[in-house]
């Protein structure tokens, strides 16, 4: 380095942060790994200790609803993944999807969102909220002026999925961010097909973004959980639209979160509110679990991405199959883009339809072995679901249809086994479809 560069020290790779951001080692015992501080409430030293905590003029443990050690290192670790200001960790991914519209959003309030969603998440827009007043209009994710197109004066929220679940579909953050920031409203975007790992959607132009850890990020199908990650980039005094973070609030003396908290003011309301009110939170020992998930996600994800490869290239070519909808193939309408945003790799959720239908469906599944049948994707071990007749059966058939499911297709989440292996179990299954025939 000459004498005239005055860079500072690099910044982490991925991989490091994966295994040490948030965490040191306890200067008490010397213990390596995150202990698991599983304690209700905290001991404070003195009252105006205890005052200042309540106030929110100092951070600390008051009970663990509300923070806890072991779920502060998650949550800095995945903030530092995911290039945000602030995490919080939640019960499950519908937790954190519902916080995060709840902190934003309330009576005669509008979300534009994708219509190709994880089927829960679905729910919650369609139905659920719409009893407490929030309405959505569903449009197509590879549209972006569709998004433009339904934006209402009471719109607050954009919302949409990076890869669809079960469609596949790739969202253009970049083009739907900037429709919404055109329109003073934040982008929330659901990343758990992908991980920070594949995309760092913050970096693209989304704003808040939510997992369920109970996918890739823990990796090995033991635990639910959730989280929530703030950017820190949108600009909520500018907007005029969000008093929950503009306006003094009651319920903290007159508080305002965006003059008090900056750029920290979305995650630091949801969780002085959402989380106090809610009380959707984690268990300790479910962070520490899915802490250790996150220090082989690097690795894990590398394996995924390879297999998904190989068994999707064995199936794209194989008599019984219609078709395989996976964004790293060429045939997909969104390769070029998922080339540009999913450079590493476009996960490891595909799906493929069968000649015969439904019922080809069914016999395929039923004749596998190594491929786990249940409601899940991101274990470790490969699974298979039917869509249409499981996570998706409430969807009417326009509505199955507009989602891009069809009555034969099959859900992939491909685990981390010998390719090999997996070939050769989808092929004996096949087999067994092709007699029947």
Same mark, same amino acid.
């Given at each position: 380095m000459s004498d005239g560069d005055h860079r500072g020290p690099a910044a982490p790779g991925f991989d490091t942060l994966a295994l040490h951001a948030g965490q040191s080692p306890d200067p008490t015992t010397g213990a390596r790994a995150t202990p698991i501080y599983q304690s209700a409430s905290f001991v404070f030293p003195d009252s105006d200790y205890a005052a200042g905590l309540f106030n929110i003029e100092r951070a600390g443990h008051v009970y663990s609803r509300l923070s806890n050690p072991t779920n502060a290192v998650l949550e800095e670790r995945m903030a530092a993944l995911d290039r945000g200001v602030g995490a919080i960790v939640t019960a499950s991914g519908q937790a954190a999807a519902h916080l995060g519209i709840a902190t934003l959003l309330g009576a005669n309030d509008h979300i534009v969102s994708s219509r190709s969603l994880y089927g829960g998440t679905h729910n919650l827009l369609e139905y659920t909220l719409k009893r407490f007043g929030i309405t959505t209009t569903f449009v197509d994710p590879r549209d972006p002026s569709a998004f433009e197109q339904a934006i209402r004066p009471n719109t607050k929220l954009l919302f949409g999925e990076i890869v669809g679940n079960p469609g596949l579909?790739?969202?253009?953050?970049?083009?739907? &961010?900037?429709?919404?920031?055109?329109?003073?409203?934040?982008?929330?975007?659901?990343?758990?097909?992908?991980?920070?790992?594949?995309?760092?959607?913050?970096?693209?132009?989304?704003?808040?973004?939510?997992?369920?850890?109970?996918?890739?990020?823990?990796?090995?199908?033991?635990v639910i959980g959730g989280v929530l990650i703030d950017g820190g980039t949108f600009d909520w005094e500018g907007s005029g639209r969000f008093p929950t973070l503009t306006e003094p609030y009651d319920g903290f003396h007159n508080l305002v979160f965006a003059e008090e908290f900056g750029p920290q003011a979305f995650i630091t309301r949801a969780r002085k509110e959402g989380i106090r009110d809610f009380g959707a939170c984690m268990a300790p020992m479910t962070a520490f679990q899915i802490l250790q998930g996150l220090e082989t996600l690097p690795l894990r994800m590398q394996k995924h991405v390879s297999n998904t490869a190989k068994v999707v290239a064995y199936l794209d070519e194989h008599p019984l199959v219609e078709r395989v909808v996976y964004p790293g193939l060429p045939s997909h309408p969104d390769f070029e883009l998922a080339q540009s945003l999913?450079?590493?790799?476009?996960? &490891?959720?595909?799906?493929?339809?069968?000649?015969?239908?439904?019922?080809?469906?069914?016999?395929?599944i039923e004749s596998l072995e190594l491929f786990s049948h249940l409601a899940n994707i991101g274990d470790a071990k490969s699974l298979v679901i039917h869509p249409a007749s499981t996570t998706h059966h409430r969807m009417d058939a326009a509505s199955l249809k507009a989602a891009g499911i069809d009555e034969g297709m099959v859900r992939v989440s491909v685990g981390l086994e010998d390719a090999a292996d997996l070939i050769?179990?989808?092929?004996?299954?096949?087999?067994?479809?092709?007699?029947?025939?």
């Amino acid at each position: 380095m000459s004498d005239g560069d005055h860079r500072g020290p690099a910044a982490p790779g991925f991989d490091t942060l994966a295994l040490h951001a948030g965490q040191s080692p306890d200067p008490t015992t010397g213990a390596r790994a995150t202990p698991i501080y599983q304690s209700a409430s905290f001991v404070f030293p003195d009252s105006d200790y205890a005052a200042g905590l309540f106030n929110i003029e100092r951070a600390g443990h008051v009970y663990s609803r509300l923070s806890n050690p072991t779920n502060a290192v998650l949550e800095e670790r995945m903030a530092a993944l995911d290039r945000g200001v602030g995490a919080i960790v939640t019960a499950s991914g519908q937790a954190a999807a519902h916080l995060g519209i709840a902190t934003l959003l309330g009576a005669n309030d509008h979300i534009v969102s994708s219509r190709s969603l994880y089927g829960g998440t679905h729910n919650l827009l369609e139905y659920t909220l719409k009893r407490f007043g929030i309405t959505t209009t569903f449009v197509d994710p590879r549209d972006p002026s569709a998004f433009e197109q339904a934006i209402r004066p009471n719109t607050k929220l954009l919302f949409g999925e990076i890869v669809g679940n079960p469609g596949l579909e790739v969202l253009d953050i970049p083009r739907v &961010a900037d429709v919404a920031h055109r329109h003073g409203l934040p982008l929330m975007v659901d990343a758990t097909l992908v991980t920070p790992y594949l995309c760092q959607p913050i970096v693209l132009g989304a704003d808040i973004v939510m997992h369920s850890a109970t996918k890739f990020l823990s990796g090995h199908g033991i635990v639910i959980g959730g989280v929530l990650i703030d950017g820190g980039t949108f600009d909520w005094e500018g907007s005029g639209r969000f008093p929950t973070l503009t306006e003094p609030y009651d319920g903290f003396h007159n508080l305002v979160f965006a003059e008090e908290f900056g750029p920290q003011a979305f995650i630091t309301r949801a969780r002085k509110e959402g989380i106090r009110d809610f009380g959707a939170c984690m268990a300790p020992m479910t962070a520490f679990q899915i802490l250790q998930g996150l220090e082989t996600l690097p690795l894990r994800m590398q394996k995924h991405v390879s297999n998904t490869a190989k068994v999707v290239a064995y199936l794209d070519e194989h008599p019984l199959v219609e078709r395989v909808v996976y964004p790293g193939l060429p045939s997909h309408p969104d390769f070029e883009l998922a080339q540009s945003l999913l450079p590493q790799g476009a996960g &490891a959720v595909f799906t493929f339809s069968l000649k015969g239908g439904r019922e080809a469906g069914r016999m395929f599944i039923e004749s596998l072995e190594l491929f786990s049948h249940l409601a899940n994707i991101g274990d470790a071990k490969s699974l298979v679901i039917h869509p249409a007749s499981t996570t998706h059966h409430r969807m009417d058939a326009a509505s199955l249809k507009a989602a891009g499911i069809d009555e034969g297709m099959v859900r992939v989440s491909v685990g981390l086994e010998d390719a090999a292996d997996l070939i050769a179990d989808l092929k004996k299954a096949l087999r067994v479809v092709e007699r029947a025939q």
